[in-house]
């Protein structure tokens, strides 16, 4: 069919049948087609196609939002959308995948999966479609190009630790106060905040936290009565061996707030670098790290956590948290 005809579902089972030249359109993936007469015939690229696959990423980023990275075109009117199901896989977790549209052109887009597991970067995603009808069935593998992928939940219980009874990261292993809504940094939203409260008096009637954050209870997590506040989130893995920054945007301090990194032990990898100002503008601060701390923080690129640490001995001093990032900058920290 080298006249680039288009089959007919029918053409296309006899063809299977007889064992002639049906053949299914794309690279890089393996392929087989199963008759309902137990004929298999594994199957290379060609120009006459059954369902033709093509990469179509657009290089957006895959959130809880689903990205298309794949079209799959029925050449011969054989399948219905609920026909098709895909499966994808990515070293280090998982994504959903989905098959969307009709009218013979389906799209493929994967998400991430609600139970977020980390995924941060770029993957490549192994993909396993199967095509089944009453005459056939197909199965492909196929594998995208680089796509990026950012499925890393901040909120999740073991990405922050407090004080309170839901943050189970391991560090700080000495919390004192709490973070209300943590999951609300790096969310891409402007006008919502994670706020780290200190250590209330027993006697308040509730934590200065802003934007509607405050709990109420009086007590937030007070450790033993102790003073202060250290609270922290659990950071993706970054490259090992570099120059690293670290970029904090915040508002709304109302006391003496610190920012460091620590590893998976408790020990503190960097100096203690002030958050300065407060008030209703919001902030950013920009840390360069020196050569000891890039060495130490390449050094557990797989388990590094930043900590949120007041001064002030003030009652339920806080501060806003919008978003922040730990960068690689450089090929070497000289």
């Known amino acids: 069919m080298g006249d680039n005809k288009k089959w007919t579902r029918r053409a296309a089972v006899g063809s ?70 895909v499966e994808a896989r990515v070293d280090g977790g998982t994504v959903d995948a989905t098959v969307t549209g009709g009218n013979d052109t389906f799209d493929v887009a994967v998400r991430c999966s609600d139970n977020a597991d980390g995924l941060r970067g770029s993957y490549a995603i192994e993909l396993i479609f199967t095509a089944s009808n009453p005459d056939f069935t197909i199965t492909a593998t196929r594998t995208t190009g680089p796509v990026e992928i950012d499925c890393y939940d901040f909120g999740s219980s073991n990405n922050y630790r407090d004080s309170s009874d839901e943050g189970t990261a391991a560090q700080p292993d000495d919390p004192k106060g709490t973070i209300d809504n943590p999951g609300n940094v790096n969310d891409g939203n402007d006008d919502t905040y994670a706020t780290a409260v200190a250590v209330c008096n027993s006697n308040s009637s509730g934590n200065s936290g802003n934007n509607g954050n405050g709990n109420g209870n009086g007590e937030n997590g007070n450790s033993g009565g102790d003073r202060g506040g250290r609270v922290g989130y659990a950071l993706p893995p970054t490259q090992q061996n570099g120059a690293y920054e670290l970029y904090v945007k915040y508002k709304n301090s109302n006391g003496k707030w610190n920012v460091y990194l620590r590893d998976i032990d408790g020990n503190d990898l960097t100096e203690k670098y002030r958050l300065t100002g407060g008030g209703q503008n919001e902030r950013s601060k920009t840390i360069e ?14 388990s590094l956590y930043l900590i949120f640490e007041t001064t002030s001995s003030g009652n339920c001093v806080s501060v806003d948290v919008d978003y922040f990032e730990l960068r690689r900058t450089g090929a070497s920290s000289t």
């Open 16 to 85: 299977l049948v007889s064992g002639g030249g049906l053949m299914l359109f794309g690279t890089g993936g393996s392929t087989q087609i199963s008759t309902y007469r137990d004929v298999a015939v594994n199957t290379g690229d060609g120009e006459d196609a059954v369902l033709q696959f093509d990469e179509d990423y657009d290089g957006g980023v895959v959130t809880s939002d689903a990205v298309n990275v794949y079209e799959i075109t029925d050449n011969v009117d054989a399948f219905e959308l609920d026909d098709i199901a």
């Open 289 to 302: 790290f020196d050569r000891s701390e890039n060495s130490a923080i390449g050094a557990n690129a797989g």
